[in-house]
């Protein structure tokens, strides 16, 4: 069994995946341009999340209004840590959390259909004054998953888990320098 909060990824050397979903006019913008732009909103918190399982829960399976198009957003790792050095736990203080550039929350973790499990996913809400930075200094590589998304939940619905897992995103627990850890995990 996993330990109760840790963050699980898919990434490199370099980068790290998270994902995000998003309404087809935000994402074929995006992915025309190489990076995000209008109508992509820079005056509001974007919440990131590097497990493909919690996304498909919250999107629905990319079919939540909105959410139809899901997004495999690769970000630099030197970014990512900098956001999560910049982060409150939104369970914290009030105002530490309302001062923050970035939020944190940790969420069930979901399994393929959508069931809580007993650890933890990591939600990381990239606040207004760091939009610029992450889309245009972190952000290195957008990927539309929509298609892959749409045969997988298909799989799934007919019954056949097993090949709709093959098309899961591989994770692997992301190696969190220890001072990240300790302000981050809840009790930390």
Known sequence: ???????????????????????????????????????FSFQRMTWIKPSFLWLMHRSNWARKPAQER?????????GWEEALSRAALTTGDPAAVAEAAVHVQWDPERSPRGAALNHYSIQV?????????????????????????RKAASLMQNGHAAQARR?????????????LEDRLFPGG
């Open 1 to 39: 069994m996993p330990p109760q909060y840790q963050i699980r990824a898919d990434h490199d050397a370099r980068t790290i995946v998270v994902y995000q979903a998003y309404a087809p006019a935000v994402a074929d913008a995006a992915l025309r341009a190489g990076r995000f732009v209008a109508p």
């Open 125 to 149: 809400g990239i606040g207004r004054r760091l939009i610029r930075t992450f889309t245009d200094d972190w952000v290195v590589g957008l990927t539309d998953l929509t298609p892959r998304v």
């Open 167 to 179: 098309l899961f995103p591989a994770e692997r627990v992301y190696p969190l320098p220890r001072a």
């Open 70 to 78: 899901v997004l495999a957003v690769r970000m630099t790792r030197e």
